[in-house]
Structures are given as structure tokens and as C-alpha cells.
């Protein structure tokens, strides 16, 4: 119930993989089997019922603690005694085994870090003659190094000592020393939850993703402004660079397609004309220069109308027209919509989007 509330609480978006088979499943097979026959029954009539692939964690957990209270009833306990009998403990002499002995209370004041900076007060202790000992469980700083937001901190984790024996294990009573339910650390605090659990500003935005952070370092490297004061910038490509197939075909059946259609429409063709002549006199394009056996790439062209400007037309270079299932557009990075304040390329965008 603790990780359902959890994954309500939306703190850990990852533990939605509980509402999948792939996560649940491995739960269910931990399960008696009369328990995993019957959450079979269970989950497929929530399938049916609901048209779902999946019933989610929450009927698991319902299903979970249903199945609890109903084990755990006084009132159907069958196999102990009847109230009405006396109950006698087992007879050695009759080569019964005895009973383990009971848990017995162990009180303690407090219990402190290794460097005998951190103290915190714990609960009446039960000692028991076995706890569980996983020293594959225990973290230490080698393991923090492999996930870059615990960097920071693995230098706090104490080293794995082999020898050493684990002779007290500290449960959800004593919740400061496993987690924070909120991330609320002030500037006295120390302790390691606070170091993992630090509010920042950028807490709540989308991470950029590899292929965001190579379109920026790309476009920042390469982003300069020429002799006429426009911005230039290399295409970014991904990597390995993928070679462009030659699409002069498709582009001969593209422009003769456009030239039917403007053939049909005197005022687009000259709508289309004024346009790319405007190109041409503004220098924001050129006659390409020959090429022999270089790497050859077409863009076809069609021109589209606003809704709110039927005079002014626009002519679209098709960067997504693919051929042989290949495209300018595939064969390069995707713009980050999350581009930082202080980077050039910011600032050419907002140039541009206030230039038009």
C-alpha cells in the first residue's frame, strides 16, 4: 500500500511500470499458489469488464489486502485449538518439538551515524535470533558512482566492510533514516536525504534529451552570422552521418506535378513566381553549383495560402519528402524546444520569430 500511495502521489512517475504484466508479475510468482490462481480469475474478469491490456496496481493491491484481512480473520482460524479447550504447551516426552524462543523487547536510547555527527532516537528494539543479512542490498560508493545524481554524495557512503557483522536492522518505524516524505531540507540540515532530495528551480521542467543536447552543442558550434548580417548555421546532422540517396526522380515528378497545378492557376503561378523571385533578391538562396559525384539531395517545393491571407502565399521547401525511405528531415536532429536563455541560438530564434 505504501508504494501505491506512492505512485499516486506522483513523486515517482518510473512506478508506473507496476501497471503492466512485466511489474506485477514478478510479484505474483513470489505468491502461494492457490494466491496466483486466484488473482488469475481476478485480473482476467477486470480485463473483460474493463477492455484494458492490464488491470492496474491498484486492483492488485485491493485484491492483496482483501486477501489479508480474510487470512488474517480470528473469527475463520480452523486450525487452532476450540476456545473451550485448554491449551497445553507440546510434551518433550512425547518427542514433540519445541517451540522457538519468543522475541524478547531490547530498549535503546539512540543510534548515530559512523562519523558520530548524526544521532536520532529510536523505538523499543525486538531481538531476534535471525534478521535478513543481503550485503548485495547494502549501497556504498561504488554503486552511487554509476548514477550521475548520487555523484554528489557517494563520498558519504561508507565503504562495504565484509567482516563486519549486521546486528540491527531498522524498519518503516524510524522513516527519517530511509526517506523524506518531502524534500524540505533547510540550510542547517546535513543528512543524506537532504542531499539527494534538494529542490531546484529546474525540478519540474523536461530534461533535454541526447539527441537535444547534440542539436545544441552542433547549432552553437557552428551558429555564426555572415557578411550581411543573417545568421548561418551547419545542418544538423545525426550521427553516424547517413549518406542521402540521389532523389532527382522524385523531384522531376514533384515539379512536374507543381507545374500542372500552376499551369490551372494563373494568380497562383504568379503568386509563386513573386515569391521565389523576392528569394533570389533578398540572397536567401543561390544556383547550386554542379556536382559530378558528390552526394545529390532535391528539395521539392509546393505553395500553400493562410486562411486570413489568400493573396500572400508561401512556398514550403519539403524537407519530410522521402525517397527510398529516406529524408532530409529523418537524417537530421529535432530542435529542443527547451533551448537555455543564455545560449546563441536562443537568441537567434527570438531574432527570427520578431524579424517575421
Known sequence: MEIEAAKVDGDLPGLSYLNTARGVNPIVQKLPY??????????????????????PFSVFVDFI?????????????????????????????????????????????????????????LLSLLECNEIPNHRV????????????HLNAVAHLIPELEPTASIMLLLGRGVIRLHKRERPTCSDEDTHLGCAVFQLTN???????????????????????????????????????????????????????????????????????????????????????????????WYLPTFGVYHPKKPINIQVVFDSSAQHNGVSLKLACLKKNENIPQSSPLKKCFVNRTRSQ
Open 137 to 148: 542490498e547494502i549501497p556504498t560508493p561504488s554503486a552511487a558512482l554509476h548514477y550521475a
Open 34 to 55: 492457490s494466491l496466483q490462481d486466484r488473482w488469475l480469475s481476478v485480473g482476467s474478469n477486470y480485463k473483460q469488464q474493463h477492455c484494458v491490456a492490464f488491470p
Open 202 to 296: 529546474c525540478d519540474n521542467k523536461n530534461a533535454p534529451s541526447i539527441e537535444n543536447i547534440a542539436f545544441i552543442e552542433i547549432m552553437e558550434r557552428g551558429l555564426k552570422k555572415d557578411d550581411s548580417n543573417s545568421w548561418v548555421a551547419l545542418l544538423p546532422f545525426r550521427m553516424p552521418r547517413r549518406c542521402l540517396p540521389d532523389n532527382r526522380v522524385q523531384a522531376l515528378n514533384r515539379l512536374s506535378s507543381l507545374r500542372r497545378s500552376l499551369d490551372r492557376k494563373p494568380e497562383m503561378r504568379q503568386h509563386f513566381f513573386s515569391f521565389m523571385k523576392k528569394i533570389f533578391e533578398n540572397n536567401h538562396a543561390e544556383v547550386a553549383p554542379p556536382l559530378k559525384k558528390e552526394e545529390l
Open 65 to 121: 489486502s482483501q486477501q489479508a484481512r480474510i487470512r488474517n480473520d480470528p473469527s475463520f482460524n480452523l486450525t487452532g485449538p476450540a476456545p473451550w479447550s485448554k491449551a497445553t504447551g507440546p510434551s518433550s516426552e512425547h518427542g514433540e518439538e519445541q517451540d522457538p524462543t519468543p522475541s524478547s523487547e531490547v530498549t535503546a536510547q539512540c543510534t548515530q551515524s559512523l562519523d558520530g555527527k548524526l544521532a536520532h532516537a
